[in-house]
Every structure is written in C-alpha cells, then in structure tokens.
C-alpha cells in the first residue's frame, strides 16, 4: 500500500460521514487521488469518463421503467393489479408480503436488471404495504432484496455481459439461471414465514368469489402491460429496452382509459422520472469515473491475485471469489465490476477446473449483493430515493435477506448441479 | 444569485422534462416504423443515449439543489441545528471547490476536441459532450446559491437535509 | 506495495547513460483471450527485447480503459501512451479510414497486410496528424462475414432484412445498397436481439461468432468475406516526438512485428474457426462475389467521390 492509497481511502471515508452526496464522494475522491499520487496528467481524462459513463443504450431501461411504473401509479394501474393479488391470497397473514416477493418473480422474467426493477417494484409495492400497515424500511427492503431476482432469472444483462467477456453460452447461461433464482424466492418466502412468527404482519378480508371476479375485471386491461412486454420481447417486436418505452406508452392509454391519469398531470410525472433518474444516472457517471481510476492503478488485478496466491484447491478459491467480490462489491457496483474483474478471473477457470457458466451464475449473484451493500449499491440509493427511506435505516431492514441471499450463494456455489442440471437437459 | 439559481432551475425542469417525454417517444415511434413499417430509424438510439446524457446532467443538477441526492446522514444527524450549518458549509466548500475544478477541466475538454462525428447520425461529438460542462455550471451555480444563504441565515430545519 | 508507484509521472524517466527507459500503458477494447491482445503481448515482447529491456508495456485489455472514443481523447490527453483503435471508429475521425471499407478489395489477409505498408494506406493514417495523433501501423483481424437467421443465397433474399452491422457510415451504406436495414443494436444486445428475431442477423466475423455463441441464434453463415477489418495501432504524439530517431526505429519496428504476426496467426485459424462453427452445427456455405458485382461499384462510386485520398486507394488495389 501506498501513501497516495492509504490517504485516498481515508478521503473516501471522510468525505462519506461528513454526509456528501455519495455521488460527489467518488468524484472527489477520484479528484483527489490524482494529486495525492501525482497523476495530474490523468485530469484532462476526468469529463471525457464522466460522459462516457452513460455512454450506452442498455442505461435507458433506467429511466423508462421507472416512467412506466410511475404512469402505472398515477393511472391507478399498480393499485388494481396489486388488489387483484390480495383478493387471492392477501387473506393470508403477511400476505401482501408474499405477494410481493411472487410479483418480483413475475417481473424478472420480463426484466433484465435489479436496478430497473427495484426502482419500479419500489415505486408500486412500498406505498401499497405501508397502507396495509408493513413498516416503510421493511417494505422496502423487501422490494430492494427480491429485485436481486431481476438479473438471475432471464432476461439478464449481467449474463449476456459475462457470456460475451468469457465465451460462455449465453443461452446456457439463462437456463441455468433459472433454478438459483427460484431457489432465491423460495428463501425470501422461508424469512417472511419466519418472520410471520414474532412479528404481527397485517391480513386482509378473504375476498369473496364476486370480490375476485370485480377485481380481475378490472384489472384485466392492466394485465396487458406485462402481456404486451412478455409476448412483444419473445417474438422479436422490440428489445427489452424498447419494450420499457411500449410500456411507458401502453400505461398512458391504460391510465386516460381508467379515466385517472390526466394531461395536466404528465409534467409532473416526467419531472419526478427525471428527478429520480438523474440520481442514479449522476451516480454512475462518477462511478464510471470512479471505476477508470481504479482500473487505472490495476488495484481489482492485484486483490484479486494476491488472494488467488493463497490456494490451488477449486473450493477454497471458490470460497475466496465469493468474498472477494462480495467485499469488492461494496465499493464498485455490477456492470463495471463484471468488466474489471471477469478478465482477470475467467484464466483461471481452465487451471481450477471450474465450469465457466456456473461460475458466470455465481459471480452474477454475488455482484447483485453489491447493488445493496453501502457504500456503494445503487440499488440502495434507487430505492430510499425512491420510497424516502434513509440508507441506514435500509441496510438494517435488508440484513436478513442480505444473509438469506448470501446462504443461496454458498449453496450455488457448492452445489453444482443446481446451476448446471437444467442446461444439461436440452443439450 | 436566488433568481439565477430559480431561473436556472425553471429551464433545468423545462428541457427535461421535453426530453424525457422525446426519449420515450422516439424510442416507441422506433419501434412502430422497424417491425410495422419495415423502416427502422438508424439515428434512434444514438439520439436517445445523447438526450439521456443531457437528461443526467440538468436532472443530475436539479436532484443537487432539491437534495435528492443519495448521501450517508448517520453522523451528520446526531449534530445541532448550528453544528449541522457549520459542517454544511465546510462540505459546500469542498463540493465547490471540486466542481469549480471539474468546470474548469470540462469546459477546456470541450473546447479543445479534436474534430468527431457521433457514429450514425454524424453531427459533431460536442452536441452530447456539452452536456457534462453546462450541466456542472448549472449545479454550482444552484450549490453556490445555498452556500450563500448558509452564510446569510441560518437555515430552516427543513433546508438542513 | 501497489506495484504501480514507478509508472505515476510521466511514461518515461532518464535512464543510465542517457538511454531512456519507459513504462508504458496500451490499452484496446478486446477481450484478452482475443487475437488483438496476442498483437499486444507481440508488441510488448518485441518492444522489450529491441530496447534491451528499456521498453516495458502494462497491457489494458477489454476496454478497461474505456472505449474507442475514450482512449482516443487519453491518447490526446497524454494518459495513455499506446491503444488500438478499431477502424470503424476512426471513420468517424476522419472520413479518409472508409477507404479500407471498400468492398471486396482484397483477396486474403496478405493482400491486406501488404496494401497497409503502401504509400496510400500511410497517407490516410497522416491525416490524424494535426489531430494531435500519431497513428503508425494496421492489422488486420476477422474478415467480415454475414449471419443470417434463415438461409440467404442471394443478395435479393436480402431485400428488407434488418441487420446488426458495427455503426460507420462505409458499412451502412453497403448494406442500405443491399436493400438490408442496418441497426446499431450495442454488442451486449445483439445476442438476445438476434434469438427473439428484432434483427435478421449480423454483420460479423467468425472468432466474435464463436466466443459469443451467435451460432446459437444465427445458424447459417455466409463465409462473403466482404470486407476487412483493419485495427489502427497508435502511440501517444508528444511521447513519439520526444524520442530518440533510434527510439521511433525500435517503436515502428516492433510495431510492423506485431502487425504481421497477429494478422497471418488470424489469417491461419480461419480454416479451425469455421471447422469450430461448423460442429457447433452452424451451416457455413459461400455466395458468389459476382452476385455483388453490381453494389461494389455502386460504392466505390459513392465513396472516391467523397474524397481524393479513398478515390486513390481503391483505383490503386481495384483489380
Ligand atoms: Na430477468
Ligand atoms: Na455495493
């Protein structure tokens, strides 16, 4: 370690409790490590990363579903869909609990990153479960956690990312996604249930059979939307990005028919889109910054080798990926840390003898934990901008899904057969 | 230097959210004319990644002054109400000093481009670049305007995060 | 330690005896298993033993530095001493890089490789020079291929497809002649875009086909070879002017190593590759050029009209 080093982190950490917006936090930092280590030459490269940053088309999915889930609210859209599912199964203690953690399934299939969807599901369920009587930083902790579905289950950016980085099939890639993201709902519906036993969580009437059908009546045109989304991506109409702005223009046509969406409220609609983007966005332009300097400096390589000196067993370096990149992830946060560290990685797969998707499956879990991990885990920052909850407060909320979601990770992680058997079926 | 920052936030609020509304459209009327018309629009997304680059920074700047901004409280939290304005306008020196310097290398960035067209619609690299160095401007611009109320007045409870 | 204390100031630093040593940094956007990072080992390795160990190069694979466009600004900036940078790109720095897009113009990789040492193919790299670049050598990787979703035989079948194809106007032009749609679908898409059917399939070569798998979701293959695909290799300019003429020596030697060794080691796999894809189950089959006799012209119209420099070098190596 380096003195430029030791006195960066120190400033990092610094300029993080004095309350800093985080997304200047890494711009200064960045900033300051050139001239604690006399890289001045390295300042005229700052903006051109800054833009560069949101330099990429997959980023729009960001902006546009959060449109979407914003017009689904405003249009009464969510509300219905929402009532439709506790007519079901809201008589159930925790119910709306449960249903949640499904409607994040469900919406995994169609969406292909955790940041997207958390901010959508944020913006839908957390007010909801807060009217039902949840706590606000437990439902949104709730919402934040199941979103690390998003990306395991396909569609999914991070594995169409790692198969182009690594070779790996993409398509085996998303089949064999299927199982751990199955097995990671199943988790999230075990804590709820544990948790329904001290904790006094809200139920509703059992609906009645004229309940049930008013309701699917109503929603019917609702459920168009993922209908729409679903049928729209498998045939080839448009790509998931593009289907975020079909959905974006279906929910107006759905929320003028419903009669509760009106013109004069689209400005405000759009502001508040704006408004919650640009902190993600602002965010992921400092830390693209952020992230060249690090690469830069080689600081992930040289981690990363000297924990891959410690042992030759596959085990144990299995063992020491997932704590690398669960303590990397803290700091850096999915697509770029995918970009930095698979390179350095995926070599040494041939020398442990490790199958390259099941190790695509591993690393993608592990970089969706660093989404809600402080200091840097924009999933985090997505949903306490988004439901107004302190990031503290969050991470406390998140702790038994966090530990939920790392006990599924080991499980993958030694347990072969439950990434690599549904694959192996249709080869 | 308040009307400035207010003025600046009435057009930061105004081009957004044109483009926000532009970006969904143009991405949707892209999809109409590839598979209903067999006509794809090559400058789509090209045009919606340089409108979104625009809509992080002038959103990115207005979530700076309406403190939308994601930042740890935990510590500042436990100070007073007189504690808290002093490390707020310890941290606003800090944020604009960097910004003045991050202004500084944008605009001398822009300035200095070597000639480059954007890849399929061929108009001049600086249209998008643009964005970073009036973007910054904007955002010290509405982070100055706060610091001289800090040293003004006290701030209200609800002005002090 | 971090390893990296001795490459902070400036690249290079004076050496014993007035000798200079250097450390420097290349980055470029290819995976580091692909062909252009063996190039870059080639040019490290080579740059190291003319220099007697003077010379030592840190290698940045896979964009870690950033894009095309990022590294070029680096490279303006003084950051970053060495890069590839795609040609493709480079269209969009100056118009003159679309002459090596001309289709069918070259027979094989030779051929290619040995235009990139003509008077004309350096000329065009000169015309970056008031850029503040210094752009000193070509070679070449992945001649371009045609992927298709359903089997196409003839440039009619193309009328209507719509295709991935890398954005550069030299590209699009050719195939907006074919009556083909081009798409600018970024390459993380076009995986998924090519399964579900939002294109028809790609403009692409054969090594990206395999580490990619788009064999999967593209099954027949036009082995056209329609184009070459040229990488630009560059050097920082104020690093360049401030050496030694037996520095720049070294420097472009080392170079002219690389380029030929990673361009005739691409032009030998190209026989495994298709045997590769062809057991993966890809159907691989050719399309007469005579059928496209018809829109090379047309191009070679359109672009030595555009400037003198792509009027020069296409009358040079059209046979
Ligand atoms: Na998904
Ligand atoms: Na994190």
Known sequence: MTFGLISTIIVFILLLIIGIPISLVLAITSLSYLFLTDNL????????????????????????????????????????????AKVL???????????SIIANMFLASILGSANAQAAMMSKVMVPEMEKEGYSREFSSALTLASSVVAPVIPPSMLFIIYGTLTGASIGDLFIAGIIPGILLGIGFIIVIGIMNVKENFPRSERGTLKEIFKSFFYVLPALLIPFIIIYGILSGIFTPTESAAVACIIAV????????????YL?????????????????????????????????????????LSISENPLVFLLLVNILLLLLGTVLDGIAALIILVPVLAPLLVTYQINPVHFGVIVTINLTIGLLTPPVGTGLFIVSSVAKVKIESLVKAIMPFLITTVIILMIITYWESAVLWLPGLYK | MKTLSNWVERIEKNVSILLMAAITLVLFIAVVYRYFLSAPLFWANEATIFMMTWLTFLGGSLGLKYKSQASITFLVDRFSVKGKRILLIITHIIILAALALLLYLSYEWVLTLSPQKSSSMRIPMWIPYLSVPVGLTFAFIHLLDYMVDLIKKTPKRSDVL | ACGSGESKKASSASGEGGEKTYKFKLGHIAPPDHIWNEAAEKLAEELEERSNGRMKMELYPGGQLGSDSDMVQQLEAGSLDFAFITNA???????????????????SYEEALEASKSDQAKKILATLDDQGLKALDYFFSGNRTMMFREKV???KDMDGLALRVTPSPALEDWYRSLGISPESISLPDVYQSAQTGVIDGMDMDLDAAITSNYNEVTGYGALTNHMVWPSVMFINKALYDGMSDGDKKIVEESMAAASEFATMKRASQEEEFIKTLKERGMDLYEIDSALFEKYTKEFDEKYKAKDPLISEFIETFRK
Do not use: C
Request: proline letters at 5%; glycine letters at 8%.
């Open chain 3, 153 to 155: 035989e003839t440039p």
């Open chain 1, 41 to 84: 030459t390295l300042l005229a490269t700052v903006p051109q990363k800054m833009f560069s940053g949101m330099d990429n088309f997959g980023l729009l999915a960001i902006p546009l579903f959060m449109l979407a889930g914003e017009l689904m609210n405003f249009g009464g859209i969510t509300t219905r869909l929402i009532q439709f």
């Open chain 1, 89 to 99: 199964i809201g008589h159930f203690k925790g119910g709306l609990a449960y249903v």
């Open chain 1, 253 to 264: 046509i759905i929320g003028f028919s419903y009669k509760q969406l009106k013109a004069k």
């Open chain 3, 89 to 107: 790109f480079l269209t969009s720095k100056s118009d003159a890089f679309s002459a090596w897009f001309a289709p069918y113009l070259f027979d």
């Open chain 1, 267 to 307: 400005p405000e609609i759009l502001l508040n889109t704006v408004v919650n983007t640009a902190t993600i966005t602002f965010l992921i332009v400092t830390a693209n910054l952020f992230g060249y300097i690090i690469a830069y400096e080689r600081i992930p390589q040289l981690m990363a080798e000297s924990m």
